[in-house]
């Protein structure tokens, strides 16, 4: 009887004022956008004014300049492929592509198009060559679930392609590559 008595007052309180802590999961940037290393994507675009600025130990931010060297017109098409890191190794977990960039962009419910306003680029298409500010760039969790399951470390390689009929299926033209290093980080 005693036990049984300790037992649930064990469990009763224990319950109430011994929880185990809730695991909180943060998304940060772990690199800012870089441009990748073959010579189509370095004569495109250059990265070299963007930096990763810590606010604190939950937040990261991105901010500086991205200099165009060429324009994005119509014609531009948007391969995003996101891989996870996994045993030292990236492995391809998501692939999405966007058929034309302009119209895409040009949808006020885009999720694409919320970012425009960071980069400083205009409403819609053409984007002229020229430099561009980025102003405060977070990471949007809403857009990626954070979590135990998802985190870890992250790389999203954003293929660019002229793709005059913008059907994602014919012929299409490498413009270049950027990339991004993100992470999911218990807190």
Not at 2 to 26: H, N, S
Not at 139 to 154: C, E, H, K, L, Q
Request: aromatic share 14%; proline share 4%.
């Amino acid at each position: 009887m005693v036990l049984d008595m300790f037992v649930l007052l064990l469990l009763y309180f224990g319950g109430v004022y011994c929880q185990a802590p809730i695991d909180e999961y943060v998304l940060n940037f772990d690199s800012p956008v870089y441009v990748c290393s073959d010579m189509e994507s370095q004569s495109w675009v250059d990265t070299s004014g963007l930096e990763v600025v810590r606010y604190n130990e939950t937040t990261a931010y991105m901010t500086g300049t991205i200099n165009f060297l060429k324009g994005l017109d119509y014609s531009t098409m948007v391969e995003l492929e996101v891989y996870k890191e996994l045993s030292g190794q990236y492995e391809k977990t998501i692939s999405h592509e966007i058929c034309n960039l302009c119209n895409e962009i040009g949808k006020k419910d885009s999720l694409y198009f919320k970012y425009l306003k960071y980069f400083g680029f205009p409403d819609a298409c053409p984007f002229a060559a020229g430099t561009y500010s980025v102003q405060d760039l977070k990471p949007d969790d809403a857009d990626m679930p954070v979590n135990a399951a998802t985190s870890g470390r992250y790389q999203v390689n954003i293929n660019l392609y002229k793709n005059p009929d913008g059907t994602c299926k014919n012929m299409k033209t490498f413009i270049g590559c950027l990339k991004l290093d993100f992470i999911i980080e218990e807190l």
